[in-house]
Each structure stands twice: as C-alpha cells, then as structure tokens.
C-alpha cells in the first residue's frame, strides 16, 4: 500500500497493511534541516522543503503540517514572538471586553497573517507527494480555545465562572469556531487530505466536564458537522493532558479521529471509541526527545497490543515534537510499525 492508502485505510476503519506512522514533527524536521523556527514561520515553502527532506530520510507516512498554535490569533490581532527554536508563541490577547467581539474581522486565510503561508506549505508538500503520502494540514484552535486566546485565559475562565454575559461568550466562541472552520475549509482548497484542531484549554486539565459539555463540545460538534459534512474533509480533535472525564461525551462529537496525549488512559478510550472515532497518539513527547530507541520501541509495542487487530489507529507523537527530538527515536518509531504493526491477512 502507499503510505496514503495505509493512513486513509487506518481513518476509515479498513485493514491496512501495518500500522501507519504520521509523527506531529514539523519544529523536529525544521531543525533537522538546519532552518530556525523565525524563517520557517514566514516561509511556508521552506517549512514544506524542511518537512520533506525529514520524510524522506526516516520513510514515515504522511505530514502534520501546523507547526504553531497561535497562528490564527496572530492572524486577529494577538501579539507574537518569533523564537528561532521553538514555534511562535502569543505575548498578549486582543479583546479587553467580552463586547470588543462584535469589533472582530471575519477572517481571510487567503490574506491575514501568516496564514497564507501555511496554506504555501501545504500546496507545496501535496504538490510533491499527495498523490501517495498523507497531508495533514492543521486548522489551528478550534472556538473554545482560539475565544481564550483572544481574551486571555484567565480573564476568559473568569467570564465564564461569573456567568455574567454567556450570550456574549457564546458569540465569541462562535465567531472564533467558524475562523477554524475557515482555515479548514482553506485546507481543503490547498489539497490537504485531513485537517485537524486544537483544543487545549477545553480539556479535563483546564476546566470541568460540565463547562466542556456548555462551552466546547457543542462547538466542537458544529466544527466536525461543517468540515466533514459541508467541507469534504476527515477532522481530527487533539486536546492535550489527561481527557479521561470527557471520553463519553467527546466521542459523541463524530469526528473521524482523536489524537491523544500520552497521560490519556488509551486503553479505556479505545473501549469507548472502536469502530467510531480513529485514534492517533499517543508516545510520550519527553520520551521521545530524551528517551533510547529501546524504549519507544517498547512503548510502540504496548500501544500495538492495544489497537491490534481492528484498524482505527495511526502512530504518533501524543503532541508536538521538541526540536531536540533524537533522530534515532523518530527511525525506532517507523521501525517499531515495520516489524510489530503488520495486520494479519484476512
């Protein structure tokens, strides 16, 4: 199988061959390729080549394209720091009141920011191999958490404890739900296969199950309807930490696939999820970054004991990579699906 039809199997719960691997490595293979994180930020084609070239030499599936999670609140007006060895990182929020949202701009990913040259980095990775290797280009925040972003978290937590104004939190996390349901849509027209989200700040490590199920999952739910139904495209949700007191109600979103952290009980949430929502995770970042091949080789093997035989299952890094990743680690990685992921023939 290519390594496309092994990713795409594994979303649609058919057998591939083995295993895919898709590691979220983009800051990784910047690195790798001897680039910083400032020019790779504002040169989408060089962020692509440096993605590329990382591919190439360690022969995994497919590309996680998003290598930041302040894009799209840059692109409304939050404030930025460029580090050269890490991805950019937000310095302030833009909206002082929550009536400041009726100020907000519809957004243009075609226009604002820096958007357009995410949108460059993934014409550029299809443009190379989309006909056969996998392009995940991700939408950045989903609404809940892009609405923090632009408030300020703790100002934004704080408008939702006081319960104030909910018609106005409600329109903020509404317009900021259909700015990622733009940069989806965007994806889709760059040729990106699958498109993906952020949700940090609506998880168990952040808030309650009760503002999850008022806050974030009904937003949710609208953001995999309009980007898998209206759109075209497979959606994945990744909500970093443990989300274990939210497993029941997440899978009730209907989207194609989670990626998850490693601190998430994946046993329990594969009981829960089989046959509807793809898994995509879950190794351990710091173990990556500083561990030995042995041991994600290990870890590699006991997540397989968990997914196999059904599909629903891609390989990953249950977050971003570090920049200091060990290249060694990424090879264990696709080595590990080589020789332990193969599904038994039918």
Known sequence: MTPLARSMAALRWEQPDRVPVVPQNSTMAVALAGYDMIECSHDGRKLALAMLACREKFGYDGHFMGPDAAILAEALGCPVEYRPDNPPALTGHVLERLEDVDKLKPLDPSKDGRLPQWLKAVETLVAKEGDRVLVIG???????TLAALLRGMEQFLLDISLGEKPELVHKLIAFCNQCHIELARAMKRAGAHVTTCGDAFGGPDIVGPPIFNEYVLPYE??????IQEEIG???SIHICGRTDAIHDQWVETGAAAFEIDHRTDIKRLRSISLGKTALIGNLDTEMLARGTPAEVENACRDLFQVMLPQSGFILSSGCSMLSSTKPENLAAMVAAARRYGVYPRA
């Open 233 to 235: 495209l497979p959606y």
């Open 221 to 226: 739910k609208e953001a995999t309807r309009a």
């Open 138 to 144: 991700r939408a950045d925040q989903c609404g809940f």
